[in-house]
């Protein structure tokens, strides 16, 4: 079975520039989640689709960050406009199950650069 | 804040020594798992534990749960260069879907 994919693996933009990351999720998970982490600091939680539907959005950093699922398969992260502190590598996460200790099968990251 | 806490953050040492690393929270969570990562790479799941007291071994890694599943720790006996690597204790509170991460423990192993 195919992993988690994101694309691109690296961006480097410019601050102010717009950038959208891919996600495609292992098929038949209906679990989506978008992770982040910045230089020195732990992976930290974005948001969680259920199918096309935001679960759960509390970890987003603010209105520059939109996440889209639309179809429910999947999903788009896209950063507008790009600041300084956005820079970090983005991951996405699949996951099966509705049951709170459903493992989570991670892509390799979109290391995002903003200069 | 839900915080997992990690340690040691870095830990060299030499091939066949053992060690420990240790996942403390203030919270309880209903299920808690280790990750290893690789450099390029995202997170491999080694493990998830879920009863209080819970001890899973896998090969020479031993992972135990706390009693008030609050707290783990992983082991690892007689450490090869192949051990190298990341690992991550994660943490799902009860009724969650939100997995917390510790900052991670960066493990050397020198031949």
């Known amino acids: 079975e195919a992993g988690v994919t994101q694309f691109p693996s690296h961006s480097v933009i410019e601050k102010g520039q717009t950038v959208t990351l891919r996600c495609d999720p292992i098929s038949g998970h209906d679990n989506l989640y978008w992770y982040r982490r910045v230089m020195g600091k732990e992976i930290k939680f974005l948001l969680h689709?259920?199918?096309?539907?935001?679960?759960?959005e509390s970890g987003m950093p603010n209105n520059r960050f939109l996440a889209e699922r639309t179809g429910g398969t999947y999903s788009t992260l896209k950063v507008q406009p790009a600041e300084l502190e956005d820079s970090g590598v983005y991951f996405c996460a699949s996951s099966y199950g509705q049951k709170d200790n459903s493992p989570l099968h991670f892509g390799n990251g979109t290391r995002l650069t903003v200069t | 804040t839900q915080l997992l806490e990690q340690s040691p953050q870095f830990l060299s040492i030499q091939e066949g020594e053992n060690l420990t690393v240790y996942c403390n929270s203030s919270?309880?969570?209903?299920?808690l798992q280790w990750y290893r990562q690789e450099p390029g790479e995202g997170p491999v799941l080694l493990v998830t534990?879920?009863?209080?007291?819970e001890v899973k071994k896998l090969k020479r890694l031993t992972f135990q749960f706390g009693d008030a599943r609050k707290d783990s720790s992983l082991h690892i006996t007689a450490a090869q260069p192949g051990d190298t690597g990341l690992y991550l204790c994660a943490g799902v509170h009860t009724g969650g879907f939100k997995t917390i991460f510790g900052a991670g423990t960066r493990l050397f192993v020198k031949a």
């Open positions: 919270s309880v969570f209903s299920s």
């Open positions: 689709f259920v199918k096309e539907s935001k679960q759960d």
């Open positions: 534990v879920v009863t209080g007291g």
